[in-house]
């Protein structure tokens, strides 16, 4: 119910005040687990995500934000999930599995925190270890603009045009667990290059 009616009332928002453009949505299944992987350049990001999809998603975020009993309820309902450290452990893997069990998809942004200016960051290979464990695609998400609308340091969001891509699904299930550093630092690589080429 919280989750549904945010949603609605984020469409409302968005529809008024950004010029959204939404390309490969053909690309996201319909159905079944998978890792939407995004850069990341303002906190409109997971909002957007989550208008342009119907379906009902999770994400990773930071526990600090986590900072009132407020917030950790309305987080957790819209399918929030603190992360105390950069750190794959027990407990988030747990998570995690609750969620792909369920055939729920998840937001990840590699990076690990926002880049305003729109450069892309170091790419963190908790995404694509779990990716691996799971036997879930990822999919490479693009997304353009909406530091314009909700930059750092901005209070209220203002019009913007926007633009979020959904690229083709990666499976990296060839890899069955084993991996070496540089087949880790290959995939991570390929999963940047989807998501900056366009």
Same mark, same amino acid.
């Given at each position: 119910m919280v989750y549904r009616l945010s949603i609605l009332i984020l469409k409302i928002?968005?529809?008024?005040?950004?010029?959204? /453009?939404? *390309?490969? *949505?053909? /690309?996201?299944? =319909?159905?079944? $687990?998978?890792?939407? $992987?995004?850069?990341?350049i303002s906190l409109m990001d997971a909002p957007l995500i989550a208008v342009t999809i119907n379906r009902r998603l999770s994400a990773y975020a930071k526990k600090s934000v986590?900072?009132?009993?407020? *917030?950790?309820?309305?987080?957790? =309902?819209?399918?929030?999930?603190?992360?105390?450290t950069e750190k794959i452990n027990r407990e988030l893997i747990t998570k995690t599995k609750q969620i792909f069990d369920s055939g729920k998809m998840l937001i990840v942004f590699p990076e690990g925190k926002i880049y305003h200016n729109g450069e892309p960051g170091e790419f963190k290979d908790g995404f694509l270890r779990i990716a691996v464990q799971f036997k879930v695609p990822i999919i490479p998400v693009t997304i353009k603009g909406t530091e314009k609308s909700l930059g750092k340091g901005q209070k209220f969001p203002r019009p913007a045009k926007v633009e979020i891509i959904y690229g083709e699904p990666l499976k990296f299930n060839n890899v069955d667990g084993r991996f070496t550093k540089e087949e880790i630092q290959q995939a991570i690589d390929e999963v940047k290059k989807r998501i900056q080429k366009t």
């Open positions: 928002i968005f529809f008024f005040l950004l010029d959204i /453009n939404v *390309k490969g *949505k053909e /690309n996201v299944p =319909s159905e079944g $687990a998978a890792i939407l $992987a995004s850069n990341h986590f900072n009132s009993r407020l *917030k950790l309820w309305y987080l957790k =309902s819209m399918g929030g999930i603190p992360v105390q």
